[in-house]
């Protein structure tokens, strides 16, 4: 935090440039911005008020080109004076400031919750959310979004707003996405306590929250088709398929999905469903879950080749499986010291059939969803 508040502070008292921090309130809580407008003004009051007069509309290095060094000499009093007046004004601001952020709770550039990534706005960035407000494409884009990783319309049980943040409570907060995918959808950050969400949206947020809406009673009408969600099959961290180091798997050729870093030696069901093939290496595992979708769990990059070494299968074709069923257990360490990666496919082999395979990447557990198919 300092690395970036220092040099934007440096900047603006030595060249007067205050564009950072004025639209970073702008953006985060426009009421700070008014409130340092109103105590800005009382400031110049003041100041004339004392006979301070002059061109003071930059940092010290215009103050010193333009009145100190030329006008010193004859003025002395009256920049002493500037300076009194300023120096009681930064301590005006500090307090009033300060108490002002706790009472309400503002998260200003350091204060953001769960380790949100600290950043200042400028006018472009402001220009562009203006411009977004206008776009209802864009809104309907973000509102889409946001309900996707609020885990749908059946999970949200009331939504408001305030100058920037989406408030919302949710049925279920563990269908609620991490961070990085509100980010990804273009909110600045998210802010959860028990099951009450803050999605932080920016000076847009009224104009997202009304498509939210929208897409609410559309949803609840049941005009929107049913996301199925598939969990984690492994423990371990999902990343997306494309990332995955075989062409195959990460061109899509063989199907959509997520591929899954494993930290685990079993894989377990993740859905109700019924076994359609298990391969004689032993390496992967073919099933059709009770909603219909056919997924296929491939252990590891061209393990095939070790014919079956280092696996053990649990189950065989035509069983029918519940969530958390044991189906291959694999010996991690002994195939990464064959020289294999043990890198997970998770593919949807029947995806022709949806509209859409949405990856959910991040830290999962056996009770985290790993993708949605819609």
Not at 157 to 176: E, F, G, M, P, Q
Not at 212 to 224: C, H, I, P, S, Y
């Amino acid at each position: 935090m300092a690395g970036l508040l220092i040099p934007i502070t440096l900047t603006a008292v030595v060249a007067g440039v205050t564009e950072p921090l004025e639209f970073t309130f702008l953006f985060i809580c426009p009421p700070l911005f008014l409130l340092h407008s109103i105590l800005a003004g009382v400031m110049d009051m003041v100041t004339y008020m004392v006979g301070v007069v002059g061109n003071f509309a930059g940092g010290l290095i215009e103050f010193a080109a333009i009145n100190w060094i030329p006008l010193g000499g004859t003025y002395a009093g009256t920049y002493v004076k500037q300076i009194i007046v300023g120096l009681v004004f930064i301590a005006i601001y500090y307090f009033v400031f300060k108490t002002v952020i706790l009472k309400f709770d503002i998260k200003t550039p350091g204060r953001e919750d769960n380790d949100e990534e600290v950043k200042f706005f400028s006018k472009a960035d402001y220009k562009d959310k203006k411009g977004s407000a206008k776009g209802g494409d864009v809104c309907a884009r973000k509102a889409s979004d946001f309900l996707d990783a609020l885990g749908g319309a059946e999970n949200i049980t009331d939504v408001t707003n305030c100058a920037t943040r989406l408030r919302l409570t949710v049925a279920d907060i563990s269908l609620v996405q991490d961070t990085s995918a509100f980010k990804a959808a273009g909110a600045h950050g998210l802010v959860t306590k028990g099951n009450a969400v803050q999605v932080i949206v920016g000076m847009d947020v009224e104009n997202v929250r009304s498509e939210f809406e929208a897409l609410l009673t559309k949803g609840r009408n049941g005009e929107q088709k049913a996301k199925i969600r598939i969990g984690s099959p492994v423990e371990g961290n999902v990343i997306p398929l494309e990332e995955m180091k075989d062409e195959g798997f990460a061109s899509g050729s063989m199907g959509p999905g997520v591929a899954i870093i494993p930290e685990a030696d079993t894989i377990y069901a993740p859905e109700d469903a019924e076994i359609a093939m298990v391969f004689d290496t032993k390496h992967a595992v073919g099933f059709t879950t009770k909603d219909g979708v056919e997924i296929l769990i491939h252990i590891g990059i061209d393990t095939v080749e070790l014919n079956g070494e280092g696996f053990v299968t649990h189950v065989h074709a035509g069983d029918q499986v519940k969530k958390g069923d044991k189906l291959v257990t694999f010996d991690r360490k002994a195939i990464a010291e064959k020289g294999y990666d043990t890198t997970i496919a998770v593919l949807v082999t029947n995806a022709d059939q949806y509209e859409k395979i949405l990856a959910i990447p991040g830290k999962a557990g056996l009770k985290d969803v790993c993708m949605e198919v819609q």
